[in-house]
């Protein structure tokens, strides 16, 4: 076996352990480490039947094997940039709506903490002066013996 096959093989079984090292820490989605094993698998299988890369690279009609690897590294990668960015665009949005909402939640607060002071000036007001007993209940002389 040639040894850049042996390193093929090193490499993938490397790619293929982080991975799930860091699915098992929690470091990494499922969602985006679907990827990262299909290539380690995809880099396996290459290593192991370079026939595989020799018919791949003659179907699409690029000169050498190794171009065809070129090749297709620049398009996973080309797509995993086009994935990353509608990810970032989405989080984005969130971001967005999140701060509208918590911008209005706090305008909501605002009033309802100058109401409450309203209420309370209001409330202290009617209560300051012992003579001026408009607005309070009634004391029934029972209860004020």
């Avoid at 990668?77 to 086009?82: G, I, K, T, Y």
């Avoid at 409450?116 to 209001?122: G, M, T």
Wanted: aromatic share 4%; with cysteine; hydrophobic share 55%.
């Amino acid at each position: 076996m040639a040894g850049w096959r042996i390193l093929s093989i090193v490499v993938a079984c490397l790619v293929l352990f982080v991975v799930l090292e860091m699915m098992r820490r929690r470091k990494l989605r499922e969602k985006y480490a679907g990827v990262w094993l299909v290539l380690a698998i995809g880099v396996v299988v290459l290593a192991l039947v370079p026939q595989a890369a020799d018919f791949l690279a003659r179907v699409t009609g690029v000169q050498t094997p190794s171009n065809f690897v070129f090749l297709l590294a620049g398009v996973v990668l080309a797509l995993v940039a086009l994935h990353l960015s509608t990810e970032v665009g989405h989080l984005e949005e969130e971001v967005r709506t999140s701060v509208e909402e918590i911008a209005l939640l706090r305008c909501e607060l605002a009033d309802a903490q100058r109401d409450l002071e309203e209420r309370v000036a209001a409330l202290e007001a009617r209560t300051a002066t012992p003579d001026n007993v408009k607005g309070l209940p009634e004391v029934s002389p029972a209860r004020a013996r």
